[in-house]
Structures are given as C-alpha cells and as structure tokens.
C-alpha cells in the first residue's frame, strides 16, 4: 500500500488516457506524491469547461500499483476532475491537480476553449491548486522531456506554496524555437481567429464545414503576452481566473443603463 | 427582400432550436433588426465554450422568409456563432450576437459550463457586442413573457451603444419569486458544488455517476453577486470579460516563482 502521510495529485488531460504528455506528467508527479489519474476515454480537444450532466458519466479503474490509480472516463476533462475529486481519490482531498501535458499550446482566447485549461480550472473552482501544461508539438510522438525540469520545478513550488483561491496556472512551451530561452509571465494573448471556416462538400453534394483559420493579435505590439512571447522561444506562466466578472466595469455600466450597482444597492428601484 | 439597412442580428441558445427561450428571443430581436438564427440541433446544456475542431460541422438551413433566416447546426453554441459570424450570415456582420434565452439560470461559477454564456463570449472574442439572457425556469413549459421587455430594453441600449471589447453581457431573470423587485448589475457569485455526483448502480450491476450537487458561495454575506440577488427577486446583469488572466497576480506571483515578468522583461533569465 502507499503511504498515506505523502501528498495525493489528480492528473488528467484532454488528448485522452493514451497520449504521451499525460503519461510523461503523471511519472513526473509521482516523484512528490500519490497519484491518481483520471483521463478521458477518448480525445476531448476544445472541450473548455464542458461538463456532462445530461447523460451519466462512467468511470473504468484501468490499473493499480502501490501509489497510482488510473481511471479512464467517458466525459470531458472537467468531467474528469469532478469524478476524481467526488468519487476516485476515495475520500482523499487531493493536494493538486495537474491537467496535461497537452499535445498543442493553449494560449491567448483559445484558453477559453482548452479542455486541459478546462480541467485545471475545474479544479480552481474547488480551490484545489492547478495547473495546465501545453507543449507546441502536436501529435503522438511529441517529446515532452525538455519539459519536465520545469514541470518538476512548478510542481514542487505549488505543493509547498500553494495557490491563490480561484486561481490556477497555464503553462506553455514553446516548439521548434531551438531551446528555452527562459521562463516569463504573461497575459493570454487577445485577439481573434481569420478565416476560421473552410466549407467543403461531401460526395453526397452537401456542404460541411471544417473549424480553422490563422489567430490575429489584437495588439502586435504587446510584448507581454503569450503568443508574442512564446514566438519568440519562452516558456510562458499564466495566472487564470475563475472569476471573469469584469468588475472595474460594473458602475459605468450600471450608470450607462440604468441599472443600480453594488455600489448604490440602497437607491430607489 | 429584407431590407439591407436594418441591423442584423445573430441569436443563438444551448438548449436547441426547437426551445421557447429561442424562438420568444428571436421574435424580440426581429423588432429591431433582420435575425439569422444559428441554433444547435439538439441540447447543449452544459457545454460552455466547447468547440468542434476534430470532426466537421453541419449546418441546414431550416427555413428563410423576408428578415429571418434559421439554420441548425450540429455543432455547440460557440460553433454556431462561428458559423454565424463566417458562413451562416452571408457577408453581413452582425451588429448584434443574442444567446438564450435559456431554460434554468447561468450563474456564479456555472457561467463557464454554460453553452448560453460560451455563444455570447464568441461573439466577445471576435468583438461583436453580445447578451446571453436565462430565466429561472427549467423545462419545455417556461414562460418567456415576463422576461420581455427587459430584453427588449438591452438589445435597443446594446444597439445603439455598443459594449466595451472583449465584454459580453450575462442576464439572469428570477423564477418563482414573484415580481421582479427591479434589475441590478451583479457580479459572479463565487463558489463551489458540494455532494457533486451521486452514484448509481445499472441493471448489469456496473457504476455510473449523475453530476449533480448543490451550490455554496464562497461569501455568504456578500451580497452583490448574482446567486445571491436573484434568490432576492432581483434580474441580474454582469457584464464578462473574454480575458481571463490574472493581471493583478502577474508580478507577485513572478517574483514567488522567481520568474521574470512583463514589469521587468529586461533583467537576466
């Protein structure tokens, strides 16, 4: 049996329980703690924050080993961290949750989209420490060791230190950028996808629509964002927020329509 | 033919086209402008800002008639207004994206499950005003009526002013509590779900878990948050942001993790 007196990592991802960077982290993880892994069953790329609630959700216990239990489960990554905190850690509160690596970054708005970011945000909502990792090589045969010095560093900082509330972090490394030039944080970087349907028409004469296009910065001369910074070789840090109240703009918008605001809860109606 | 000089208008929701919420959204909407509808073939609940990239879309177009034209895609609310926004509004962009309006409220932190919310924060991303709206209600049978002229009178105020980038509008209506006491900007009440999953058993004697649970803010004394105003009778506007970085962290958090940050891009790595 483990020792229960090490910590416990829940480790999911969205590529699904057979890609390399969800293996590659959960060996990682097992150095600091316990782990149980919960991964999809099958491929959950741009899931974002999907959660299944209306069919049930099932959950396999794929293997055990002194210190690791893997379960593979029919939902969304999100899906994944609530089963895993509710039922698979079998009553024990993990520690932290980490969610990839993923094959492919996760920056700028695509965050919003990213089952893996889904899965560590999830977590957030619990107040359970989180974080992402995305590597920007896709496919199968992705090599995530350049990876790992990192990942071990961040995992160690975050079991000690912890993390704000509602608060997780993103993590990305750049590919094909020759070696790390160093590590830095950053914005997500604003912008916009180009061209991002192409139609096609199927045999049967029917169009059908292919997502995919070119992302347009909003700014091309920030400096502090992901995108930029990780075009130029860096490993980049994102701090992300449950919380999107965009709460400097709640007494102007108040004001502009009309509406009271916390500030003046006690006018008239 | 319609008249090309009116405004345009995409209305989309999670629960599918074939939903009240939709079609009472889509009557209001034509008041003020031409309306293509972009809804999903069947219920997204749930979804949040999932996106369809691994396999293709479809969309059919359902029916046409002067200033309303209704296409089903087979996709989330954030493909509909992709496909929206790039093939379903034939060049003409909108000047307006409406969500909604929803069966059962989207609130606090399930706004980032919400497919409502994820098709109001597409059309954020790609700098289209938009408003998701949600009554309370839950079943086939809501009743939209009362909801009207409040929505009547943000799409005319979103219309003419426009809303910040990158900013959307989330719209919650009570159920069950009466008359509306009046309608106040609100932010997202934070929290979390307790007793999350509930266990079942299949006739071939094999588990399987429904999400459900309840939900516990944070803050019980906070009272400036949607979940919280809305149990008081109040109609909630919070305005969300498609950014979802940190930004007060970003230098704190660096100088922990021993990091650089945007603030001190110059110094060594």
Redesign the interface.
Known sequence: MSDNKRPLILVSNDDGHTFEGLKALTRVAREFADVVVAAPMV?Q??????????S????FKASQEPGLTTWVVDG?P??CV??G???LTEGRQPDLVLSGINHGYNTG?A???SGTV?GA?EAA???IPAVAFSLGQYGVEADMTPCLPMVRR?IK?VLE?GL????CLNVNFPYGKGEF????????G?G??C???E??TDPFG???????GHYKL?DPND??NDVYLINQGYIT???????????E???D??S??G????AN?HSS?
């Open positions: 491929h790329s741009g899931k974002g924050s999907a959660i299944t609630f209306m049930p959700l099932r959950a969304t999100a899906d609530k089963l905190l509710s039922e708005v965050t919003l989209n889904g945000i909502v619990h107040d961040i900082h230190h704000p509330r509602k608060v030039k160093g590590v830095k944080m950053a914005t997500l604003m916009r996808w061209n991002e349907t139609r096609r029917l169009d059908y629509y292919w997502l995919t909003d400096t502090t840090v994102t701090p992300i927020k449950v919380d999107n109240t965009a709460h703009l709640l007494n918008m108040g502009e329509l509406f009271d605001t916390p809860e109606n």
